[in-house]
């Protein structure tokens, strides 16, 4: 069996770099995209078993990218593990105001981890989105 594809979307490259290095040496095969269009592009191409995305990105940013892969047919079951700096609470009263504006009500997220992330628990919340996509 191959090792599962997750896909690291995030601007900051030492970020990309750790991030990736650890999926890699942990049996993961990353996939690196710097911005949320490109990471909708990679997802689509390559259908990976989670994404680790990065909350505030020029172009399109995380959460636009979080509601465009929730809300495609193709790709809203993969789960996702938001990464950021922005406080968990406050990213979930963004997230509330952007619901109720676009009157379309997203589902969490599968983990939000706030960095600089704990390896640990990084690696956890992985695992567990990977393993339940099989």
Do not use: W
């Amino acid at each position: 069996m191959g090792r599962k594809r997750v896909l690291i979307v995030d601007d900051e490259m030492d970020m990309r770099i750790f991030v990736s290095t650890l999926l890699e040496t942990n049996g993961y095969k990353p996939i690196i995209a710097n911005n949320g269009e490109e990471g909708i592009q990679k997802a689509r191409e390559f259908k990976p078993a989670a994404i680790i995305l990065d909350v505030l990105m020029p172009k399109s940013g995380g959460l636009q990218m979080y509601r465009e892969v929730k809300t495609d047919d193709e790709l809203k079951g993969i789960p996702v593990i938001m990464l950021s700096a922005i406080a968990k609470k406050t990213f979930y009263n963004s997230m509330r105001m952007l619901n109720s504006y676009k009157g379309q009500a997203l589902p969490e997220p599968e983990a939000y981890i706030e960095t600089p992330p704990e390896i640990e628990e990084l690696l956890k919340a992985v695992k567990q989105c990977t393993d339940s996509h099989d």
